[in-house]
């Protein structure tokens, strides 16, 4: 089992849909968790953190369920910016990151 | 404030020839990390330093690469040779270790093609 796994992709949905990744982690010791997004040809940034309790960026809702092993992403009211690859990110004991293959999302005009 | 530096951005090369990357961290993060990207996967994790010690090479097919990272600042990522399944992105990020929540900042990244 993968460490870190993604729905496989592509999205494809109209502008102004919401959209909902999911991602589970193998590793019940994982630590810290966040979602990158990736540009076509360019590096991963980081889109947000996530917590236990869940947060919110504008559009952007992320959320963990630590006992499901499960970490989710929503956007709502898409964009065409919005599309990109979206990357699920897990962080272990010392550092070590591991990303997951990412979803790539196309917001359709 | 300087971001993390790669080079060169692109290579192409023979098969059986050896090539080299260069990535400078942003300046006082400990933690330097070589990814390779494979098109459309996700990066997978080569090496991971801290300071000057590699403390998790697991993934790094020792017969061909090898990676340095002296004085603890920049490193250096070495294929020889290079094989036609070497060809990726191979990416360089950084992070502070020890923050609660480790952000990895990643450079540009080095495209390689072998043919």
């Known amino acids: 089992r993968k460490e870190v796994e993604q729905d496989p992709g592509p999205f494809n949905v109209p502008e102004g849909a919401t959209v909902a990744f999911n991602c589970t982690y193998s590793?019940?010791?994982?630590?810290?968790f966040f979602w990158y997004r990736q540009d076509c040809r360019k590096e991963p940034k980081l889109l947000m953190s996530v917590y236990s309790s869940g947060n919110e960026d504008g559009r952007f809702t992320a959320q963990l369920n630590r006992a499901s092993q499960y970490i989710s992403l929503l956007i709502r009211d898409s964009k065409l910016s919005d599309s990109a690859t979206y990357l699920c990110?897990?962080?272990?004991?010392?550092?070590?990151?591991?990303f997951g293959k990412g979803t790539r999302l196309h917001i359709l005009p | 404030e300087a971001g993390v530096v790669q080079s060169p951005r692109y290579k192409i090369i023979e098969k059986k020839q050896p090539v080299a990357f260069w990535c400078n961290p942003i300046?006082?993060?400990?933690?330097l990390y070589w990814y390779r990207q494979n098109l459309g996967q996700g990066p997978e994790l080569l090496i991971r330093?801290?300071?000057?010690?590699?403390?998790?090479d697991s993934q790094l097919p020792k017969d061909r690469f090898s990676a340095e990272r002296l004085k603890g600042v920049d490193s250096t990522l070495k294929i020889q040779p290079a094989e036609l399944g070497d060809s990726a992105v191979y990416l360089c990020a950084s992070s502070l270790m020890g923050q609660r929540l480790t952000e990895a900042f990643f450079g540009q990244g080095t495209r390689l093609t072998v043919v």
């Open positions: 990110v897990v962080t272990l004991r010392g550092d070590k990151i591991i």
């Open positions: 330093y801290e300071n000057e010690e590699a403390v998790d």
């Open positions: 300046s006082g993060h400990n933690t």
């Open positions: 590793n019940s010791a994982s630590q810290s």
